[in-house]
Nanobody, 128 residues
Framework: QVHLVESGGGLVQAGGFLRLSCAAS????????MGWFRQPPGKEREFVAA????????DYADSVKGRFTISRDNTKNTVYLLMTRLKPEDTAVYYC?????????????????????WGQGTQVTVSS
């Protein structure tokens, strides 16, 4: 059974930074792309960032490009999201996700329906 556990969320002032972690188990982590999504209050879940299983490719939502960086450590079965220059509009519950499908080594899927497994989420609140 696949388990994804996010950590690292919290309250931060605008302009600050946080690093989220997502520990994965129950899958051969190094073979799967990973993604981060978020759900702002009162809104639909949206794509944030994704990384290919090889780590060679990443994709970002336009709203976070240049501020967020996704990375992975296949020796620790963990994917990270470094969030810098945070804005109040980044406030959301952040989820990591894993697909059931083995995508190409350079493919970082960005659609909600590309993913099959989801963590429980971690709250990020950015105060102005």
């Amino acid at each position: 059974q696949v388990h994804l556990v996010e950590s690292g969320g919290g309250l931060v002032q605008a302009g600050g930074f946080l690093r989220l972690s997502c520990a994965a188990s129950g899958l051969t982590f190094r073979n799967y792309a990973m993604g981060w999504f978020r759900q702002p209050p009162g809104k639909e879940r949206e794509f944030v960032a994704a990384i290919s299983w090889s780590g060679s490719s990443a994709d970002y939502a336009d709203s976070v490009k240049g501020r967020f960086t996704i990375s992975r450590d296949n020796t620790k079965n963990t994917v990270y999201l470094l969030m810098t220059r945070l804005k109040p509009e980044d406030t959301a519950v952040y989820y990591c996700a894993a697909p059931r499908q083995n995508y190409a080594s350079d493919y970082a899927p960005s659609e909600d329906e590309d993913y099959d497994y989801w963590g429980q989420g971690t709250q990020v609140t950015v105060s102005s």
